[in-house]
């Protein structure tokens, strides 16, 4: 499993960082990333879900490899 942050919808309300900030980071105005490749360690797929359901814009989604 693994997030990907989609930059455009992204409007930096931070929630991700706050729920899960092991997986996103944000920039200097706020807009989330995905931490390296955004791969999700098993341990944190129940935080990378939570980032997911919590985010406003649905800018962050979970890809099954």
Do not use: Q
């Not at 390296?36 to 990378?48: N, R």
């Amino acid at each position: 499993m693994r997030i990907v942050v989609d930059s455009e919808k992204c409007e930096g309300h931070n929630r991700c960082y706050s729920l899960a900030s092991e997986l996103v980071d944000v920039d200097d105005y706020g807009y989330a990333s995905a931490i390296g490749d955004g791969v999700v360690s098993p341990e944190l797929e129940d935080k990378a879900r939570l980032a997911v359901d919590n985010c406003p814009e649905f800018a962050i989604t979970i890809v099954e490899d």
